[in-house]
């Protein structure tokens, strides 16, 4: 106990020091407190207007990218890189427009190591609260060697020198040493401990193509941390990028070994396979708040709709089954899991919807659905069952209902209810099967099985059209001498696979009966409108239900 107790003294010690020690020499050596962030969070540093706008086809408007800005500002989010100043005149505008109206946010612009670069960014920067320049080079092997051409040397000087003018501009200058994922360790260890000596107050160590995973990467920044002497004068970063899916796995990793900033995009937009994700950074952060101990400043309740603000604005459509945004992160369709989240949510949610920004979680009926949901969800739309066999028996038509349809919506199940209502009625006539050859230039044909009173009969007839053939195919058999006075279709739901509603109205001697029939196939939908209406005709009602009179 007196040994836990003294461990535990001892962590918040050198928890506190550090801290301590982090604060205290960034506000005395830059005498401005403006952007100074604690350690004792997570900075969230969105990069949706700069990586994220990087993915092909994302380029977005001033005004668009305004929105997205005040829509990160509401969030909360720290900082948030508004654009790459020197990159075009309409990002420079945009960086400058962002600066000059987000006020909450530490307002950011990418540089090269370069003095055009950084004193193109600094100008757009002029106007913001709190502006910071993120100045950058590459480091590892391959990118000095091939891309840069330059030797080590002289991109250690480089970036001293653009950090040292970056820093004459601003107080908060973010080094980057591009392509960190791939760079000789001893190499970062010596860039870096330059560019804090230059004045660089974040240091950001990005995995630029993906290539890092995740245990590997946390002992690449707790080594980095450890090794560099005044590595306690700046905020360690991680920018990462998705090549092979591990962006947010890496990033937190990184999170768990000292990193103190997480650069990452709304909906995991970026270059190439995309960034790590904000949305699942945050929420995996606060999730597991029993493994991180710690916390960003961000409102979770704002993410779903600048989830929807960037995904409109870019026309890069949120994947149903994307982590806390898509449309089914909070969506039930089997039976196990509905039956179990109605009982008590938490057996299959570990976040609720409502504290991401959707309105609520949803059940969504499908052929995986139990009676539990089925039930519940009619009880919404106010119909109840009074008997278990009545649900059984509305059940098991959902779920033919369901083998056909991918989804059920709440008009489904109107119809399915009514057109169950129906079937309190002893039905004399029944559709057993139904073939329609409809060829162009040819005659439609129809050929019918329908059951009377539990005895199969054939009828065989042409029409003008495939539903026209299959009404007189029955006739054929039935021969009622009715006069159809009224055939419509209404398509109940949007799509391709939705159910074909049809009303047949029949009538007979004055005698005037509306039948339902509803079906995927609308040419089915219409037989077994016409038998029901011919069931109405001739129906004896076997016993009373409150919705047969409606229904019907
Ligand atoms: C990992 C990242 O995401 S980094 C950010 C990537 N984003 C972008 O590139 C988007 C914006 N970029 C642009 O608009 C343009 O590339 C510009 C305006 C920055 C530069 O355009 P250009 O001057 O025509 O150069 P170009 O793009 O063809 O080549 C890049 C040049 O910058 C150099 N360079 C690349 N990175 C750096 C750096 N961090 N510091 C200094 N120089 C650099 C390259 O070596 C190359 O130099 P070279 O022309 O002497 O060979
Ligand atoms: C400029 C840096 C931070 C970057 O975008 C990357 O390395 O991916």
Redesign the pocket.
């Known amino acids: 106990m007196f040994h836990k107790a003294v461990l535990l003294l001892y962590n918040r010690l050198l928890h506190f020091s550090r801290d301590d020690y982090q604060k205290f020499s960034i506000v005395n050596q830059y005498n401005n407190s403006e952007f100074v962030m604690s350690n004792d969070r997570v900075i969230i540093f969105d990069t949706t207007l700069r990586?994220g706008e990087?993915s092909p086809g994302a380029s977005m408007t001033k005004s668009e990218k305004l929105s997205i800005a005040k829509s990160l500002e509401k969030m909360k989010v720290d900082v948030i890189e508004a654009g790459?100043a020197?990159?075009?005149p309409g990002d420079f505008e945009s960086v400058k427009a962002i600066a000059d109206s987000v006020k909450d946010s530490t307002i950011c612009s990418?540089s090269?190591?370069?003095d055009k670069d950084i004193d193109r960014a600094a100008e757009a920067l002029k106007g913001a609260n709190s502006g910071r320049i993120h100045t950058?080079?590459?480091t590892s092997p391959i990118h000095m060697e091939h891309?840069?051409?330059m030797q080590p040397d002289q991109v250690v000087e480089?970036a001293v020198h653009a950090v040292k003018r970056a820093r004459n501009h601003v107080a908060d200058v973010e080094f980057s040493c591009?392509d960190a994922g791939r760079s000789e360790i001893d190499f970062l260890c010596r860039i870096i401990e330059a560019a804090i000596d230059a004045g660089a107050s974040t240091i950001n160590i990005?995995d630029?193509v993906g290539y890092a995973i995740p245990e590997q990467f946390g002992q690449t920044i707790k080594t980095l941390i450890e090794r560099i002497p005044n590595s306690d004068k700046a905020i360690f970063s991680v920018h990462c990028h998705n090549d092979l899916g591990l962006a947010v796995a890496n990033s937190l990793s990184a999170v768990q070994n000292g990193a103190r900033q997480v650069e990452c995009t709304i909906n995991g937009l970026g270059?190439r396979a995309g960034n790590a994700s904000l949305e699942e950074i945050v929420m995996a952060i606060r999730t597991r708040k029993d493994l991180f101990n710690i916390e960003t400043a961000v409102d979770p309740q704002f993410i779903v709709p600048t989830s929807k603000l960037v995904s409109s604005v870019t026309g890069f459509a949120v994947q149903p089954n994307k982590a806390i945004v898509g449309a089914n992160a909070f969506a039930h369709e089997s039976g196990i899991h509905q039956d179990g989240v109605l009982k008590h949510r938490e057996t299959y949610e570990i976040m609720s919807a409502q504290d991401v920004g959707w309105n609520t979680n949803r059940m969504v009926l499908g052929k995986h659905s139990g009676r539990n949901a089925f039930k519940t969800r009619l009880e919404e739309l106010g119909h109840t069952f009074e008997t278990e066999t009545e649900l059984n028996h509305a059940f098991a038509n959902f779920k033919d209902l369901a083998d056909k349809k991918h989804e059920i919506y709440d008009e489904d199940l109107h119809l399915l209810v009514s057109d169950n209502a129906a079937k309190h009625f002893e039905d004399k006539y029944e559709l057993v099967s139904l073939k329609v050859t409809s060829c162009t230039g040819e005659i439609p044909e129809a050929e019918v099985v329908i059951s009377i009173d539990g005895k199969e009969a054939k009828g065989v007839a042409q029409g003008s059209g495939p539903v026209d053939a299959s009404f007189k195919a029955i006739e054929s058999i039935v021969a009622s001498g009715s006069e159809l006075q009224l055939y419509s279709v209404n398509a109940i739901t949007s799509g391709t696979d939705s159910q074909g509603e049809v009303t047949v109205r029949l009538d007979h001697s004055g005698k005037i009966v509306n039948g339902l029939g509803a079906d995927t196939d609308i040419v089915i939908a219409s037989a077994k409108a016409y038998l029901h209406a011919l069931n109405l005709l001739g129906a004896k009602v076997v016993r009373e239900h409150p919705q047969t009179a409606e229904g019907v």
């Open positions: 990586d990087q790459f020197i990159a075009s990418l090269r190591a370069l950058f080079i590459a891309k840069l051409r480089q591009e990005p630029t270059e």
